[in-house]
């Protein structure tokens, strides 16, 4: 198994369409995306966490509680391109895009991206899944459903539920599983990414991580038996507040 150096890059803007400011939302006493780095460093994978911000406050708040943080561009289009901003320099083999809103992602959720390299020199992405367990969300839009292959790379991403079982099918039994948006990449990749133009499936279904497949390349698939509660409005604030209790 070969060794990998590995950073976390957590990309924070202020002005989100629907929860302005929610990375500095307070949480258990604390701005949300202190529980995120707080989380992500104790990943073991992980060399360092660099907070990477488009805003004075989150700067401000950021260093206040011992992070490493840099501004970027309040331009980017994406997290994406917020990233490749500020690892050109840096000694590195795979970053891992560790989500502001997500503040109850795992360290193991992190490792498990990170291993994945290790395990396969030819791996230039890779993402979680998990098994879906509610019904709900598997007919909820906003959670992503993903179909592998048998190597566990991604064939497709889809916010309608796939596999659609056949009325005539001989199977009567599918496990369906969503998609985490937690992502590792190879350095080099990153920039070839951001070169990519946007794809037609992409906009159609609104999800970046089609424009990989699109062009030909693939994304390895890491199930893990964590979930984790996406922050988009003040609603799902208080549903984190209730998993952190």
Sequence with gaps: MRQIKAIGIIPARYDSSRFPGKVLAE??????????????????????????????????????????????SKHHNSGTDRITEIIN?????????????????HPSMINGLVEAFKDNPDICVSTLVKKITDEEDLFNPN?????????????????AAIPH?????????VDYYKHIGLYAYTKDFL???????????ETIEKLEQLRII?????????????????????EDLKRAEEHLK
């Design 191 to 201: 920039f070839t990414f951001k070169k990519l133009t946007v794809s037609k499936l």
């Design 89 to 105: 320099p840096l000694d590195v083999d795979v970053v891992v895009n560790i989500q502001a809103d997500e503040p109850l992602i």
């Design 27 to 72: 949480m258990k006493t604390k701005p949300m995306i202190w529980h995120v780095w707080e989380r992500a460093r104790q990943a073991a994978s992980l060399e360092k966490v660099i907070i990477a911000c488009d805003d004075e406050r989150i700067l401000k708040a950021s260093l206040d509680f011992g992070a490493e943080a840099l501004m970027t």
């Design 165 to 173: 079982l056949a009325a005539n099918s001989e199977v009567k039994i």
């Design 143 to 159: 959670i992503v459903k993903v179909v592998v292959d048998k190597n566990n790379f991604a064939l497709y991403f889809s916010r």
């Design 214 to 234: 699109e062009n030909g390349y693939k994304i390895k698939v890491v199930e893990t038996k964590f979930d984790t509660v996406s922050v988009d409005r003040l």
